[in-house]
């Protein structure tokens, strides 16, 4: 919030149990210590201290940096170094933990170029730029990651799953990605490929969901016409899609 024609502050109140209404008056929370603008705060706890991620900006330059605390609502104490590792303009940081490995990944919205931008620590400190290892097939503002376990995701699969999630990102460099055509209606897929595909045996590379099972697997015989493709989710494989006209050209 601001008020008047003073800087931005970040606020926080506490919601009530069914995260429907505030339940305590707003408080600040940080003040930079150039008493610049501070926005899009984002805290994560790591080494016993609460890290507040957020845009700062004054008349000398904008960016992200990081302040630190004991306590989740503070004091905090301002990093005073930019973090990003981009030029263009950025903002809405986003945080969380890998689950497999060591490391956090930072990531933000270069909001004049529409797109993020992933970074990778493991101590917080120092980011490194990790762009060509994240493939996404949407375009989030401000965007935020939830961990979940694999039974969670074969839950949610189960449920909400499509199998339009794998047959629209598939992974292979002789796919023409942007001239897939999906036909839902008549569940015909058609993947344009580039002329060095082998169409004798061709795997599309979907990607790997959790709990879901592809039948047939691929590599594929596509050479002299379609093929029909089923997708399953879950220990007692339940049927969430099948394409029966899967070919190339």
């Not at 992200?64 to 903002?91: C, K, M, W």
């Not at 970074?119 to 990651?145: C, W, Y």
């Amino acid at each position: 919030m601001k008020y008047n024609n003073g800087p931005d502050r970040i606020y926080y109140a506490y919601v009530n149990d069914s995260f429907t209404d505030l339940s305590t008056e707003s408080k600040q929370l940080f003040t930079p210590s150039d008493r610049g603008s501070a926005i899009d705060g984002d805290i994560v706890e790591f080494n016993n201290k609460f890290h507040l991620f957020y845009k700062h900006q004054d008349v000398n330059g904008a960016g992200l940096r990081i302040a630190t605390s004991e306590n989740l609502t503070g004091p905090f104490i301002d990093g005073n170094q930019y973090i990003q590792q981009t030029s263009p303009p950025v903002e809405g940081s986003g945080v969380f933990k890998l689950n497999d490995e060591k490391g956090y990944i930072l990531m933000y919205d270069l909001y004049t170029n529409g797109k993020y931008q992933f970074t990778h620590s493991e101590d917080l400190k120092t980011f490194k730029g990790i762009d060509k290892q994240i493939a996404m097939n949407f375009h989030p503002r401000h965007g935020t990651v939830m961990p979940l376990t694999k039974k969670e995701a074969v839950l949610l699969l189960k449920k909400y799953g499509n199998p339009l999630m794998a047959i629209s990102n598939v992974n292979s460099r002789l796919i023409k990605k942007n001239n897939i055509v999906i036909d839902s209606a008549r569940k015909k897929v058609f993947y344009p490929v580039e002329y060095a595909a082998k169409l004798k045996s061709f795997d599309p590379i979907f990607p790997k969901l959790p709990g879901m099972k592809i039948n047939p697997e691929p590599p594929y015989d596509l050479s002299s016409g379609k093929k029909a493709v089923s997708f399953k989710i879950g220990s007692n494989q339940t049927e969430i899609g099948s394409f029966p006209d899967l070919f190339v050209k």
